[in-house]
């Protein structure tokens, strides 16, 4: 009887243990989503916003593989550590290493191999892959330092290549450099140009083994001795066959030099895989459990979780340890106590929706990224458009890190210095380049002037009210007006007659002839950036009412809207821009000037549309396969818009601290906030059942259309109750 006791306790513990592992919530998280299609993510190994992007890469060029690997390829080229996740411009992919099974010495022979996508896995910080030659790869990663696994097949010469020359798409050595200190160690630098037109990175390789030679070439051609220098130098590592046919490499990077990247070595102790695998699934499992869904969808569970590991990839760090970096300009900062310094800032795109979520469930870590584009503000003057590897790439239009800085600020963020920030805002507001100062001199953005007119005058008018609201929050009263005057510059390019937005030229008149459905890719040539009237008509975030009433009013307003999601999604022109996409009617929610337009129906007086638009965008645009999203990822903001809108909510004003309803997906969601949790349930809720009922906040009933941030806070439950018809 004893014996059988026993053997039930071990047994409920063993079911116990398996049921845990089963319902760990990187389970869910599938890194090849976004690989396929025009997604443009990564599958390998990362920790949340780590330096280190240990992922294969193809070796092609093109759009399709901006992040170093597409699915629908079938060779690798090499294993490097950096990446952008879901861009539409290819740049990094630096300190690339590839697993051979000979020494290359035929510069014909790029060393690249075939593999199978059913002798792949991939999951929160790792990747394994057997290749068709029999090496089998596993990566894991720490924040500055990658882990490679390499076993080789029986009777193989082990040969690592260290390819400091590969290059992807934009990217260009400058400058690569590898010394040999002893026989596991090198080090040296990666010097390169691209979309970011000055990078270094420096880097520390350490083997579990030692290497018997080390083969360089500098530009193709042999090298004698321990070191080379070139813009394209490749170090060969040969092991001995008789004893090894399993090598681990530890490689560590560093903005700063050889002897940072040599400490960051040490964030990985001894040589157990799997110690450092399950440390960055702990990471992971952390990052996750901020949210959790309640559903019986497991695609829905999976797309989520799915989404909620790609807002933790980018920005991504890139100072050292101890907050020390080296800018593009060459200089060394350090960042404050506590605080890193971080780069890869879409601001574009994730101003919209990524950036309002950190303020809910990265507030541990928020005050560094804000700070960062502060950081940028005091080495450059102006606050980062698209800031990689400190760079400016200036991609993209308006001065984005705007409305983020402001709110941050107007959430209370702690450790923003205020006045730094405001100060920052003015500077990039005041600015004479990308068409700021016609758009100062005439009120817009003259279209004879400067390019995307709409498109920019769009945008700053979004971007000076937030401004505004800066200013009115610190007594600036004569800023505030003047800002509020210029968000309302929107005004100046909507036609009432036809109810679009158009350009227009410097003298006033419009820019004939005029085509909503018109789509030219060159931003010089262009009037609208990525997009087309129909498109941007919509972009007033700041003043939805102002608009409602330019178009007539509300009913008229709702009509308009109903016409964007119901005529053709055929656009004319000869440069169509390749990421209009995820088409419904003329709604292209692969691309973010869309994302906000389902929930402005909540505003005409209409809230069961939103219900209706969003719940089917997330059912038929979101999917758990590599192609799974409509676009770009774009460094998490395509996976924002799926989180929020999941959970019946979402940012339309982004600076704004209120979250618009749309339609739960979910039959209930729970946000750990830093001062409890926040949860929404969705009762009586299907496939069907896409309409709100009825509302309770805390279970009083509730009659606004959305929640505020302090709402989420203060922590609470949020009811809906769901029907199959709309509540009228």
Same mark, same amino acid.
Request: neutral net charge; contains cysteine; hydrophobic residues 35%.
């Given at each position: 009887?004893?014996?059988?006791?026993?053997?039930?306790?071990?047994?409920?513990? &063993?079911?116990?243990?398996? %049921?845990?592992? $089963?319902?760990?919530?990187?389970?869910?998280?599938?890194?090849?989503?976004?690989?396929?299609?025009?997604?443009?993510?990564?599958?390998?190994?990362?920790?949340?916003?780590?330096?280190?992007?240990?992922?294969?890469?193809?070796?092609?060029?093109?759009?399709?593989?901006?992040?170093?690997?597409?699915?629908?390829?079938?060779?690798?080229?090499?294993?490097?550590?950096?990446?952008?996740?879901?861009?539409?411009?290819?740049?990094?992919?630096?300190?690339?290493?590839?697993?051979?099974?000979?020494?290359?010495?035929?510069?014909?022979?790029?060393?690249?191999?075939?593999?199978?996508?059913?002798?792949?896995?991939?999951?929160?910080?790792?990747?394994?892959?057997?290749?068709?030659?029999?090496?089998?790869?596993?990566?894991?990663?720490?924040?500055?330092?990658?882990?490679?696994?390499?076993?080789?097949?029986?009777?193989?010469?082990?040969?690592?290549?260290?390819?400091?020359?590969?290059?992807?798409?934009?990217?260009?050595?400058?400058?690569?450099?590898?010394?040999? &200190?002893?026989?596991?160690?090198?080090?040296?630098?990666?010097?390169?140009?691209?979309?970011?037109?000055?990078?270094?990175?420096?880097?520390?390789?350490?083997?579990?083994?030692?290497?018997?030679?080390?083969?360089?070439?500098?530009?193709?051609?042999?090298?004698?001795?321990? /070191?080379?220098?070139?813009?394209?130098?490749?170090?060969?590592?040969?092991?001995?066959?008789?004893?090894?046919?399993?090598?681990?490499?530890?490689?560590?990077?560093?903005?700063?030099?050889?002897?940072?990247?040599?400490?960051?070595?040490?964030?990985?102790?001894?040589?157990?895989?799997?110690?450092?695998?399950?440390?960055?699934?702990?990471?992971?499992?952390? /990052?996750?459990?901020?949210?959790?869904?309640?559903?019986?969808?497991?695609?829905?569970?999976?797309?989520?979780?799915?989404?909620?590991?790609?807002?933790?990839?980018?920005?991504?760090?890139?100072?050292? +340890?101890?907050?020390?970096?080296?800018?593009?300009?060459?200089?060394?900062?350090?960042?404050?106590?506590?605080?890193?310094?971080?780069? +890869?800032?879409? &601001?574009?795109?994730?101003?919209? +929706? =990524?950036?309002?979520?950190?303020?809910?469930?990265?507030?541990?870590?928020?005050?560094?990224?804000?700070?960062?584009? =502060?950081?940028?503000?005091?080495?450059?003057?102006?606050?980062?458009?698209?800031?990689?590897?400190?760079?400016? @790439?200036?991609?993209?239009?308006?001065?984005?890190?705007?409305?983020?800085?402001?709110?941050?600020?107007?959430?209370?963020?702690?450790?923003?210095?205020?006045?730094? +920030?405001?100060?920052?805002?003015?500077?990039?507001?005041? /600015?004479?380049?990308?068409?700021?100062?016609?758009?100062?001199?005439?009120?817009?953005?003259?279209?004879?002037?400067?390019?995307?007119?709409?498109?920019? @005058?769009?945008?700053?008018?979004?971007?000076?009210?937030?401004?505004?609201?800066?200013?009115?929050?610190?007594?600036?009263?004569?800023?505030?007006?003047?800002?509020?005057?210029?968000?309302?510059?929107?005004?100046?390019?909507?036609?009432?007659?036809?109810?679009?937005?158009?350009?227009?030229?410097?003298?006033?008149?419009?820019?004939?002839?005029?085509?909503?459905?018109?789509?030219?890719?060159?931003?010089?040539?262009?009037?609208?950036?990525?997009?087309?009237?129909?498109?941007?008509?919509?972009?007033?975030?700041?003043?939805?009412?102002?608009?409602?009433?330019?178009?007539?009013?509300?009913?008229?307003?709702?009509?308009?809207?109903?016409?964007?999601?119901?005529?053709?999604?055929?656009?004319?022109?000869?440069?169509?821009?390749?990421?209009?996409?995820?088409?419904?009617?003329?709604?292209?929610?692969?691309?973010?000037?869309?994302?906000?337009?389902?929930?402005?129906?909540?505003?005409?007086?209409?809230?069961?549309?939103?219900?209706?638009?969003?719940?089917?965008?997330?059912?038929?645009?979101?999917?758990? $396969?590599?192609?799974?999203?409509?676009?770009?990822?774009?460094?998490?903001?395509?996976?924002?818009?799926?989180?929020?809108?999941?959970?019946?909510?979402?940012?339309?004003?982004?600076?704004?601290?209120?979250?618009?309803?749309?339609?739960?997906?979910?039959?209930?969601? %729970?946000?750990?906030?830093?001062?409890?949790?926040? %949860?929404?349930?969705?009762?009586?809720?299907?496939?069907?059942?896409?309409?709100?009922?009825?509302?309770?906040?805390?279970?009083?009933?509730?009659?606004?259309?959305?929640?505020?941030?302090?709402?989420?806070?203060?922590?609470?439950?949020?009811?809906?109750?769901?029907?199959?018809?709309?509540?009228?």
């Amino acid at each position: 009887m004893k014996q059988k006791i026993i053997l039930s306790l071990i047994f409920i513990s &063993l079911f116990k243990i398996n %049921t845990q592992a $089963q319902h760990k919530l990187i389970s869910y998280v599938d890194p090849f989503i976004g690989t396929g299609g025009h997604g443009h993510t990564f599958p390998g190994a990362t920790v949340p916003f780590g330096m280190i992007q240990l992922s294969p890469d193809n070796g092609h060029g093109g759009w399709d593989w901006c992040g170093g690997y597409y699915y629908g390829d079938s060779v690798i080229a090499g294993f490097s550590h950096m990446h952008l996740s879901g861009t539409g411009i290819g740049d990094w992919c630096d300190i690339s290493v590839m697993p051979e099974n000979k020494l290359i010495t035929d510069t014909a022979d790029h060393g690249r191999t075939t593999f199978s996508h059913a002798n792949e896995q991939a999951s929160p910080g790792y990747y394994r892959v057997k290749m068709d030659n029999g090496i089998e790869a596993k990566l894991s990663a720490t924040e500055h330092c990658g882990f490679h696994d390499y076993a080789y097949p029986t009777g193989v010469s082990p040969v690592i290549k260290l390819d400091l020359g590969y290059h992807q798409n934009w990217d260009k050595p400058t400058g690569t450099y590898i010394k040999r &200190l002893n026989d596991s160690t090198l080090i040296g630098y990666r010097y390169s140009t691209g979309w970011a037109q000055v990078q270094r990175v420096y880097f520390a390789l350490r083997s579990s083994k030692p290497f018997n030679k080390l083969y360089l070439t500098a530009n193709g051609l042999p090298m004698l001795g321990n /070191e080379a220098k070139a813009e394209g130098v490749v170090g060969q590592l040969v092991f001995n066959t008789e004893k090894y046919n399993h090598v681990k490499l530890k490689i560590a990077l560093s903005t700063v030099n050889e002897d940072k990247a040599l400490i960051a070595l040490n964030e990985i102790k001894g040589w157990d895989f799997n110690t450092v695998k399950v440390n960055a699934e702990n990471k992971w499992e952390h /990052e996750l459990s901020k949210m959790q869904i309640k559903t019986n969808n497991i695609h829905l569970k999976r797309v989520f979780y799915t989404g909620l590991y790609h807002t933790c990839i980018a920005p991504s760090l890139y100072s050292d +340890a101890d907050g020390t970096y080296q800018n593009a300009k060459g200089e060394i900062h350090q960042m404050p106590a506590g605080q890193q310094r971080y780069t +890869a800032y879409s &601001l574009w795109d994730t101003f919209r +929706a =990524l950036d309002p979520l950190y303020t809910v469930i990265q507030t541990e870590r928020y005050t560094g990224i804000v700070n960062s584009m =502060l950081a940028f503000y005091k080495e450059n003057g102006l606050l980062p458009v698209w800031d990689l590897s400190t760079n400016e @790439t200036n991609c993209m239009t308006g001065y984005h890190a705007v409305p983020v800085l402001a709110d941050a600020v107007l959430k209370g963020i702690k450790g923003v210095d205020i006045n730094l +920030a405001y100060q920052a805002m003015k500077a990039s507001a005041m /600015e004479n380049i990308r068409g700021c100062n016609y758009y100062r001199q005439y009120g817009y953005v003259p279209q004879d002037k400067y390019g995307a007119s709409v498109t920019n @005058t769009l945008e700053y008018a979004y971007d000076d009210w937030c401004i505004a609201q800066v200013a009115k929050k610190i007594g600036s009263k004569n800023d505030y007006k003047y800002f509020m005057k210029r968000s309302a510059s929107w005004k100046e390019v909507f036609d009432p007659s036809i109810g679009f937005m158009r350009a227009k030229n410097s003298n006033g008149t419009w820019v004939t002839p005029f085509d909503p459905f018109y789509s030219e890719h060159d931003p010089d040539k262009a009037m609208f950036m990525e997009g087309d009237a129909w498109q941007y008509s919509f972009f007033v975030p700041q003043d939805v009412d102002g608009l409602i009433a330019h178009y007539g009013g509300k009913q008229r307003f709702v009509r308009r809207l109903d016409s964007l999601f119901s005529v053709t999604s055929v656009m004319h022109g000869e440069d169509q821009s390749p990421d209009i996409s995820g088409m419904i009617g003329q709604y292209a929610h692969g691309n973010e000037p869309s994302h906000h337009v389902a929930y402005l129906y909540d505003y005409a007086g209409t809230p069961w549309k939103t219900q209706s638009r969003v719940r089917m965008i997330i059912d038929s645009l979101y999917h758990d $396969q590599p192609d799974g999203y409509a676009g770009n990822e774009d460094c998490g903001q395509m996976s924002a818009w799926a989180i929020w809108s999941i959970a019946g909510l979402y940012p339309v004003n982004p600076a704004s601290g209120r979250y618009m309803f749309g339609s739960p997906a979910a039959d209930e969601i %729970t946000i750990r906030t830093a001062n409890g949790k926040f %949860t929404v349930k969705a009762k009586n809720n299907s496939a069907e059942n896409v309409y709100i009922q009825a509302v309770t906040l805390n279970g009083k009933p509730y009659t606004k259309d959305y929640v505020t941030h302090i709402d989420l806070l203060n922590g609470g439950v949020l009811e809906f109750m769901m029907g199959p018809k709309p509540k009228l």
